[in-house]
């Protein structure tokens, strides 16, 4: 069993940032991706960054330039730094892990940006 616990959401300006965190612990954690999705109400839960088993990065064409996900050298502490934010980035953003093949998800942080 994995547990994914997530902060650093809240409420920001246009233009502002915000850093999320999530960290990773369990039995037998084998981790394969590890990165971070994002829902806003009425969507789809979409992929906002990813480093893939390879430790390479994918990014949503839409937070390119703006994001920079991070992660420790143990793969157990995932980041994504947002900078620039925009109204539309406003949702609740996710942390999800493949471990040994199975899907884990974080119980989500909100995310408002707003004047």
């Known amino acids: 069993q994995v547990q994914l616990v997530e902060s650093g959401g809240g409420l920001v300006q246009p233009g502002g940032s915000l850093r999320l965190s999530c960290a990773a612990s369990?039995?037998?954690?084998?981790?394969?991706?590890m990165g971070w999705f994002r829902q806003a109400p009425g969507k789809q839960r979409d992929l906002v960054a990813t480093?893939?088993?390879?430790?390479?990065?994918n990014y949503a064409e839409s937070v390119k330039g703006r994001f920079t996900i991070s992660r420790d050298n143990a793969w157990n502490t995932v980041y994504l730094q947002m900078d620039s934010l925009k109204p539309e980035d406003t949702a609740v953003y996710y942390c999800?892990?493949?471990?040994?093949?199975?899907?884990?998800w974080g119980q989500g942080t909100q995310v408002t940006v707003s004047s």
């Open positions: 999800h892990v493949d471990s040994a093949g199975m899907n884990y």
């Open positions: 369990g039995s037998n954690l084998k981790i394969n991706t």
């Open positions: 480093f893939t088993s390879g430790g390479s990065t």
